[in-house]
């Protein structure tokens, strides 16, 4: 409540735009700077850290905000229907690894379901109402708006996605073009030559990562390859593979970018009376306790979710308390053959 | 920030304890006799209501509170484990009920994993702090600390479970007695003698109600029952099942308070080598997408939990804006015979 304290004797506190307007750039510009991120020259950086240094304004946007004041909330916004967030295995266990780190420090979570449209609103209302130290961003697109328009606010933050989606910020990512690789390859060895992949949404960046990692290995190995689009429920999954299998010639082997699909899939094969693996092979992603309960098991590309959201909480902690927090790749996907794929049948 | 402002501007506002203290009683007699319920005589109920009146106190504790505050918080406070919480999919499916209510009214949860012994102390500071507008309280404990100091501050609150266990809140509840009642009838219909059921921690309120229930009936049928404790995990729940496995008779039958520990019993039941269902039968409960995915499909005892968490939250916003919100029963969980239950083979 430092900053309601300040505003209620008077005292305005020096903001980002008091630099950027005495340095004569944007705020954006501002957290670049500071960041020592590309996008601004030298000299522009120099000119910035120089008004911030006049301003007595501490070169630091999280320890300045929250200076006096203890790091007690973490935001989080996910834009996913609130049923599939209780069906899909992915965001319990990201939100349990962050809550991990949380639960040591005595911290909360403040967490909220939302449209896309909304993100931008909802950090910014946490931020600058004071109910947040600093937020987790998620399910990053393309051009994702939340960059720019929540680096110009000051939020500290957190991007979990490819650094390449996460501008100014500090990003912890999972490789999955290598990931995707070493999927395609497998599969190619194992003999397929018509090989498929159901996607997550195509706006968010990590499917285009995945898709451009699949296609170009794909070209590479001369296999036939496609991806079909879902949205990462059982239902929209079993459709997609559903689709895969009228085809003609079709695949014999399909990717999943998540489990939940690769589940409705196993369904959907027994419907065509296809067998898994000798018909069809089956290889789903994220590898939660599901793909070990299925029969067959699903083989798929493990990923310790857990740790994935501890690290994501603990990084945001550094940036928060303005520590040096480089972006960190937290692993890459490993592949788990299990039961459900095999070399095909023809 | 109402009472902020109040503060600031050195009209304090008129609080439960200043009725308590004109009525010559304790706050949370105040909450008892403001929502009618058992517990003040009625001479007293009037002398409280009285005290509300002269002091121009609403007798709606929440909305006095929050009069010209949008609702916007919610808070759920869960003592457990964090890695246990993505894996057991109860918590995350309550959870994704009362996010599809709270989207639909633009609001947020403020969730956080906390020891047992410091559950009281996270509602006070979030209430008082002015953080949430309201609690869900879940767990709850038999004479659980929570509801006398937290109905003494005023919170507006919801209990999941038994109203037995809510002092003066409004509580939302299954009817695990009932359905613990018809597990023991259908397995006794089956014609199992030797019963046993592995439970989830002894002091919670819903297993004391079950195990109660679970003693009576199988009292009532003659049958040979016994309840092991554990806590909802898969490791413990295994290791119990282990245990009523070494016992001599062993059980032919096994009913698990959830489906975590059902589907750890049954690769518990492979290292035995007894076929499940014709040596053992299984009973789950909760009914998750877990119970579908094994392989025999286990048995359970359904529960919409999704609906459960989007009712208790529908519940508590009645609350706080000051509606009439009697106890609600929820459901009756009801029995979803699949391959893990069969007639016991001698």
Chains 1, 2 share one sequence.
Not at 170 to 185: F, G, I, K, L, Y
Not at 209 to 218: G, P, Q, S, W
Not at 250 to 255: F, M, N
Not at 264 to 285: H, I, T
Request: charged fraction near 20%.
């Amino acid at each position: 409540m430092a900053r309601q304290a300040d505003a209620a004797n008077g005292e305005r506190r020096t903001t980002i735009r008091d630099v950027a307007a005495l340095a004569g750039v944007s705020p954006s510009a501002v957290t670049i700077a500071l960041h020592d991120r590309p996008g601004v020259s030298a000299a522009t950086r120099e000119r910035i850290l120089a008004a911030a240094r006049e301003l007595g304004w501490r070169p630091n946007l999280a320890a300045s905000s929250l200076a006096g004041r203890r790091v007690h909330t973490v935001g989080l916004a996910i834009a996913r229907p609130a049923r599939l967030l209780g069906l899909e295995p992915f965001y319990m266990e990201f939100i349990s690894g962050i809550e991990s780190v949380l639960k040591r420090r005595s911290c909360s979570l403040l967490l909220r379901l939302v449209e896309t449209d909304d993100e931008v609103e909802v950090h910014r209302e946490w931020w600058q109402g004071g109910r947040v130290n600093g937020s987790i961003l998620v399910d990053l697109r393309r051009d994702d708006p939340r960059i720019p328009a929540l680096s110009g606010i000051g939020l500290p933050a957190v991007v979990v996605g490819h650094p390449s989606l996460a501008g100014p910020f500090t990003s912890v990512w999972t490789d999955d073009a290598a990931a995707v690789e070493e999927a395609v390859r497998y599969l190619a060895a194992l003999g397929h030559r018509r090989v498929a992949r159901v996607s997550g949404p195509a706006e968010l960046g990590h499917s285009a990562i995945r898709t451009a990692a699949f296609t170009a290995v794909a070209g590479e190995l001369g296999l036939d390859a496609r991806t079909v689009v879902a949205d990462f429920s059982a239902d929209q999954g079993g459709r997609a593979c559903r689709r895969l299998l009228l085809e003609t010639p079709r695949p014999t082997a399909i990717v999943f970018d998540n489990d939940v699909m690769a589940v409705a899939a196993l369904g959907v094969a027994a419907e065509f009376g296809l067998s898994v693996p000798a018909d069809l092979s089956l290889l789903a992603w994220d590898d939660s306790q599901l793909c070990q309960l299925t029969r067959p098991t699903l083989s798929a590309m493990r990923h310790d979710v857990f740790s994935f959201g501890a690290q994501a909480a603990e990084t945001l902690f550094a940036v928060i308390e303005g520590a040096p927090a480089d972006s960190q790749l937290a692993h890459v996907p490993s592949l788990i053959p299990r039961g459900s794929t095999a070399p095909p049948a023809n």
